[in-house]
């Protein structure tokens, strides 16, 4: 088995997405690949799956593949048993076949090559095995197993981890996953570790969780170009490893950058008084061997205009370093508030689905959040967590219970998955740019009353997507770019608190990093909720509720 890719480009109308990618994937190699949204990473996936043919270069593979992607579209009426069957099909035409040549196997005239190899197959999908793996990989991940269950009565999170358990059970030889751990829970995610470091397969992981990238992988590609424009492989494994290395070669690149900059400064000064000197100082007075000074003039200058060409040969070009994320000054309170009186607070919250069954039940529990106040909740899927910061946020009523909330309080939220594009008046929310939503957000609170216009945050001064992709729409940006614009639009109505439930979600290590350094800054109130193992072990000194 083996998955090779030779200088792979690839490009959307107007947009080149990725260039230059080398990569090697044979058994019990695990690939981590990083890089800023938007970088390709999706992208690659699909180019290394079949799903889309690189505009340059070339893919090669050898065994069976199986891609888990970040989002699972249902067919209408599909269930989680179909999706369960179509797992199952390919183990069992495999036993099938090995049953078939048995049977029919000629001990004097039979290839016995073709049926070793075959019931090597066979054991190694261990076919016999097969619907208890299934079931057992969709209880450790927290997936529904109800066979008859429609997938579109399923959240995202659920339908991912449907799928993710057929795939695990499936035993392909080459396993490509888009950010596996977004839905999972720290048991789920314990597991998932485990399978993967049991693989014997190859497999590609896109993923922006930093424990899972120290724990399984062997090797990580970067995605963003290094010094000479093409993606960089950094070999030692885990996520430390490959961070250091990272900012050792960015110094370096620096550090010429920043010489070769002062050097073709200082021949440019030299290059404009040679200039001078030929339109002044080289002027000789009349009959005083003007052809010699003249001479001597141009050779000068020429010599400055070979320098300069040899420098900008030799230069080192930096492409547009990665935004930073520029924070705002968030509010802690508005004039005449009480210091003493909690932004928002809930009293034994219950709310209760549609279906009857309980999704929140908190009898004699007193949650109140303070003016800077801070809050870390925890616990596995399932326990209303992403409940409890809908109801502290007043976006689901109480069955039981009261939300009291001081008049005027401005409140962001950011929830698990991306919110729905819509648009306002005539906005069609199919070509809605970035810009557009973003100002209808800002608009609809001033003509509330409910933001001061000193306080709106221009969009794209957060450094969280570039201009350009601004003036996209948004149904053209990819899964971290619209999680990107979630937190931008999120940012403009400068909350006095910020709800953020799983907010590491589909963005880059990178600015993973920054926000978690930015949340523990702000003057205003967080909440958040989530699995990323890291970013709570970085808001450790933060009041935890753990539910569960």
């Given at each position: 088995m083996h998955l090779v890719a030779s200088d792979l480009a690839f490009a959307y109308p107007g947009r080149q997405v990725l260039e230059h990618v080398d990569l090697r994937v044979s058994d019990g190699v695990r690939l981590g690949v990083v890089g800023e949204n938007g970088s390709g990473k999706s992208t690659l996936l699909h180019l290394l799956a079949g799903d889309l043919h690189p505009r340059s270069g070339q893919v090669r593979r050898q065994g069976t593949l199986a891609l888990v992607e970040q989002e699972l579209t249902p067919a209408p009426g599909q269930t989680v048993g179909d999706v369960v069957q179509a797992t199952l099909a390919g183990v069992r035409q495999v036993a099938a076949e090995l049953e078939a040549a048995a049977a029919a196997f000629d001990h004097d005239s039979g290839d016995l090559g073709a049926l070793t190899d075959l019931l090597a197959r066979a054991e190694h999908l261990e076919s016999w095995d097969a619907d208890r793996r299934v079931d057992v990989a969709l209880t450790r991940l927290g997936a529904e197993r109800d066979p008859g269950r429609p997938l579109e009565s399923l959240s995202v999170g659920q339908r991912y981890r449907v799928r993710l358990?057929?795939?695990?059970?499936?035993?392909?030889?080459?396993?490509?996953?888009?950010?596996?751990?977004?839905?999972?829970?720290?048991?789920?995610?314990?597991?998932?570790?485990?399978?993967?470091?049991?693989?014997?397969?190859?497999?590609?992981?896109?993923?922006?969780?930093?424990?899972?990238?120290?724990?399984?992988?062997?090797?990580?590609?970067?995605?963003?170009?290094?010094?000479?424009?093409?993606?960089?492989?950094?070999?030692?494994?885990?996520?430390?490893?490959?961070?250091?290395?990272?900012?050792?070669?960015?110094?370096?690149?620096?550090?010429?950058?920043?010489?070769?900059?002062?050097?073709?400064?200082?021949?440019?000064?030299?290059?404009?008084?040679?200039?001078?000197?030929?339109?002044d100082e080289w002027r000789p007075p009349k009959g005083s061997q003007k052809h010699r000074r003249g001479t001597r003039a141009r050779i000068h200058v020429k010599a400055a205009d070979r320098l300069i060409e040899r420098l900008e040969a030799e230069a080192v070009?930096?492409?547009?370093?990665?935004?930073?994320?520029?924070?705002?000054?968030?509010?802690?309170?508005?004039?005449?508030?009480?210091?003493?009186?909690?932004?928002?607070?809930?009293?034994?919250?219950?709310?209760?689905?549609?279906?009857?069954?309980?999704?929140?039940?908190?009898?004699?529990t007193r949650l109140a959040v303070p003016p800077s106040g801070r809050l870390l909740v925890v616990g596995p899927n399932g326990t209303g967590k992403s409940t409890l910061l809908a109801a502290l946020a007043g976006r689901l009523p109480l069955d039981r219970g009261t939300r009291t909330a001081v008049a005027g309080v401005r409140v962001g939220v950011v929830g698990q998955e991306n919110g729905p594009i819509v648009g306002r008046g005539l906005d069609d929310p199919a070509t809605l740019t970035g810009f557009d939503a973003a100002a209808n957000e800002a608009l609809a609170l001033l003509s509330r009353g409910q933001l001061d216009p000193a306080h709106v945050v221009p969009v794209a001064a957060l450094g969280?997507?570039?201009?350009?992709?601004?003036?996209?729409?948004?149904?053209?940006?990819?899964?971290?770019?619209?999680?990107?614009?979630?937190?931008?639009?999120?940012?403009?109505?400068?909350?006095?608190?910020?709800?953020?439930?799983e907010p590491t979600n589909h963005l880059s290590i990178d600015l993973v990093d920054e926000l978690t350094r930015a949340l523990a800054r702000t003057a205003a109130a967080v909440v958040v909720a989530t699995h990323d193992r890291r970013m709570r072990a970085d808001l450790a000194d933060w009041p935890v509720l753990t539910l569960g």
């Open positions: 358990a057929c795939r695990l059970a499936e035993r392909s030889d080459l396993l490509l996953l888009d950010e596996p751990t977004n839905h999972l829970d720290d048991d789920a995610i314990a597991f998932l570790t485990a399978e993967l470091q049991a693989w014997r397969g190859g497999v590609v992981l896109v993923t922006h969780d930093r424990e899972l990238l120290d724990d399984v992988a062997t090797a990580i590609l970067d995605l963003d170009p290094a010094m000479d424009g093409r993606p960089a492989l950094y070999g030692q494994p885990g996520y430390l490893a490959y961070r250091f290395a990272k900012s050792q070669a960015l110094h370096r690149w620096r550090q010429r950058y920043r010489a070769e900059r002062k050097r073709a400064a200082l021949l440019a000064e030299r290059l404009d008084a040679s200039y001078e000197g030929l339109s070009e930096v492409p547009t370093p990665p935004r930073e994320l520029a924070f705002p000054d968030l509010p802690a309170m508005s004039p005449g508030w009480d210091p003493a009186e909690p932004l928002v607070e809930l009293r034994s919250p219950r709310v209760v689905a549609p279906d009857g069954a309980v999704r929140l039940d908190l009898p004699g969280l997507l570039a201009e350009e992709d601004l003036d996209r729409p948004l149904s053209e940006l990819s899964a971290g770019q619209r999680r990107r614009f979630e937190l931008a639009r999120t940012l403009v109505a400068a909350p006095h608190l910020l709800i953020l439930d």
